[in-house]
Nanobody, 120 residues
Framework: VQLQAFGGGLVQAGESLRLSCEAS????????MAWYRQVPGNQRELVAR???????TYQNSVEGRFTIITDDDKNAVYLQMHSLKPEDAGVYYC???????????????WGQGTEVTVSS
């Protein structure tokens, strides 16, 4: 299984951006999808998450501005970001919790990261 993330770029504060992440390979079921952000010197932090058991969760700082969108048919997850702020900048990583065969176990898979830069 491979995750391909894209959609990052340079935007001005207040603008919008949409990140995309698509999974390919042998997939039986996806039980969770998420976006994380990492800035230099800091640990990777959760931005938004969808889980089949608990639904969606957002980091407080992005609540109301970001929306995580999942597409089961495409094995994809998106992050729609509005009203971007300089502090939203960083490398965004997508994550999926995937089972590759019926009866198998779930494992963590990560995309390669896509960078978001927000100018003030």
């Amino acid at each position: 299984v491979q995750l391909q993330a894209f959609g990052g770029g340079l935007v001005q504060a207040g603008e919008s951006l949409r990140l995309s992440c698509e999974a390919s390979g042998r997939i039986s079921r996806i039980a969770g999808m998420a976006w994380y952000r990492q800035v230099p010197g800091n640990q990777r932090e959760l931005v938004a998450r969808w889980n089949s058991g608990t639904g969606t969760t957002y980091q407080n700082s992005v609540e109301g501005r970001f929306t995580i969108i999942t597409d089961d048919d495409k094995n994809a997850v998106y992050l729609q970001m509005h009203s971007l702020k300089p502090e939203d900048a960083g490398v965004y990583y997508c994550h999926m919790y995937i089972r590759t065969r019926l009866g198998g176990t779930f494992s963590d898979y990560w995309g390669q990261g896509t960078e978001v830069t927000v100018s003030s």
